[in-house]
């Protein structure tokens, strides 16, 4: 049988960026096709390729053997071609049937919307998906699990022929798993081609008849799937054993029970992202939580500052519960947080010093502040941490990404807190800047802070780490205190 769609050499860049490279891609009729790789291989730009939401590339795309040029996404459409994005595109304020419809609402003979039978047939997909919602609810009020296969159930059921989803499952439960499961098997005996991308390997590798590997924008093989162990498709993926160990790629670990625990988290559930999750934090050690995007971490953090209405579990400080309901309070106890959007915490407006002497202003004078001494403090800490440009008085959106975390890190150098907790520390900085950030995160931890690294990279997780714990789907999947470990195991634990 020939292919129902074939990509061959296809390149794609970004500007400077090259984010695919001669890639070769088929989809046969009636297959479930996994696309596994590691972030940034390029499994998305190749998929948006195929939906036509990116129509500048080099290299040829064929339908049924036939070369085509699409020109938008609603052209994919008419070539039977849809697409779930990994970002979530509903639009919370209108209600469920009209996310399901939207832009191709049934229409009654007079040309204005068929409500009754928008919600009708909405009602039915949805039912299709194994789920009871009123199709008249505001979306925007339903958890995010079920925004999800409301989105799913958009395309699933628009009579595409070839239907993309990327990463469909974060946000879903076991069994809303499997209930998606059970309809992509339905659709592919109906004939339909499916291509799942996921960094579940596990679901991957249950649902996929073949498996298309990618790294660094490049394709590294396509399988049928019962050819291939979880341990082949990581090892393709970070390309195992062509070249020795990175930075990052592998640590010694040392977690020491003999250490006091500062704060601790057991057995939490808010009934959905996070199911009996616990965890304990150790002075002067760095707890790391490795998990994919989605699987509880934001949600462990919200929960340590009693923004996620727990069902379960309890929170304890120095071995008494507490209750801590918003981050001010945190901070009044002795427990910091530097989450992974930076700029909830920082004024971009005010100068450098002004944002690091935010969090000592108490010890300075609350009242009355002296610039002169702010910037004095300031100064002190920008050269130890080598910020650039060193200077405390331009503004800090001026700064890189990069320098800006390393400012909001700066904070808590002079007043020391008990427990610092650091959401994607990292992410999107150069190595000079990771450097950096490494050092201050250690030199911390070496003063006797309690810290907690929540994070979506492996790299980052092994390069901080003293012990980690991996979460996935709001769970404990494994732990690891001591001795030698490699990201491989890290993504095979997730
Ligand atoms: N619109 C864009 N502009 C610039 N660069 C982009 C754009 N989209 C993707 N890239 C870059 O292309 C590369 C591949 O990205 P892509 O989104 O395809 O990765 P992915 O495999 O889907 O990763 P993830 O698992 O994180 O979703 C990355 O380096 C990314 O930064
Ligand atoms: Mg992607």
Redesign the pocket.
């Known amino acids: 049988m020939p292919p129902l769609l074939e990509l061959e050499h296809v390149s794609?860049h970004?500007?400077g960026?090259m984010?695919?490279r001669d890639v070769d891609f088929t989809l046969l009729p009636g297959e479930i096709h996994g696309l596994v790789?590691?972030?940034?291989?390029?499994?998305?730009?190749?998929?948006?390729i195929i939906a036509g939401v990116?129509t500048d590339f080099d290299g040829v795309m064929k339908i049924r053997g036939k070369e085509v040029r699409l020109r938008s996404a609603r052209d994919a459409l008419s070539n039977s071609i849809g697409m779930v994005h990994?970002e979530l595109s509903i639009v919370p304020d209108l209600t469920v049937a009209e996310n399901v419809f939207l832009g191709n609402q049934p229409l009654t003979p007079l040309g204005t919307v068929d409500w009754s039978r928008m919600n009708r047939e909405a009602k039915r997909l949805i039912a299709s998906l194994g789920l009871e919602i009123d199709p008249t609810t505001t979306m925007g009020t339903l958890p995010v699990g079920l925004q999800q296969l409301v989105e799913l159930s958009r395309v699933l059921f628009s009579g595409a022929q070839i239907i993309i989803l990327?990463?469909p499952t974060s946000a879903l439960s076991p069994p809303e798993v499997k209930q998606l499961f059970a309809v992509l098997r339905r659709l592919r005996s109906e004939g339909r081609s499916i291509v799942f991308?996921s960094?579940f390997l596990d679901d991957v590798l249950a649902i996929s008849d073949r498996v298309t590997v990618?790294r660094n924008?490049q394709k590294v093989t396509t399988a049928d799937t019962k050819t291939l162990s979880k341990d082949d498709v990581i090892s393709h993926m970070i390309g195992r054993g062509s070249k020795g160990m990175h930075m990052g790629e592998e640590a010694e670990l040392r977690g020491d029970d003999a250490k006091p625990v500062v704060l601790s988290v057991d057995g939490v559930s808010d009934g959905r992202s996070l199911r009996d999750f616990s965890i304990d934090l150790r002075a002067g050690e760095i707890t790391g939580v490795y998990g994919f995007?989605g699987s509880g971490q934001i949600e462990l953090s919200r929960a340590l500052f009693g923004k996620l209405p727990l069902r379960r579990g309890t929170i304890s400080l120095d071995g008494k519960p507490v209750r801590l309901r918003s981050t001010a309070a945190a901070r009044a106890k002795g427990i910091a947080f530097v989450p992974e959007n930076r700029r909830m915490m920082l004024f971009r407006q005010e100068p450098v010093y002004k944002n690091v002497s935010i969090s000592i202003l108490d010890r300075i004078h609350r009242l009355f502040v002296k610039p002169q001494v702010e910037r004095k403090i300031t100064e002190g800490h920008i050269k130890d941490l080598q910020i650039r440009p060193p200077r405390t008085g331009i503004a800090l959106g001026s700064l890189s990404g990069g320098n800006q975390q390393k400012v909001a890190l700066a904070k808590w150098l002079t007043h020391l807190p008990k427990v610092l907790i650091l959401s994607e520390p990292t992410r999107g900085m150069d190595v000079g800047a990771k450097e950096d950030v490494i050092r201050i995160v250690k030199s911390l931890r070496d003063r006797g802070v309690a810290v907690l690294v929540l994070s979506t990279e492996p790299e980052t997780i092994l390069t901080l780490a003293d012990r980690v714990t991996v979460i996935s789907k709001g769970m404990v999947a494994k732990r690891f205190s001591t001795g030698h470990i490699e990201k491989a195991d890290l993504l095979a634990a997730a």
């Open positions: 794609k970004f500007g960026v984010a695919l790789g590691e972030n940034g291989a390029g499994k998305s730009t190749t998929m948006k990116h990994q990327d990463e991308i960094h990618f924008g995007m």
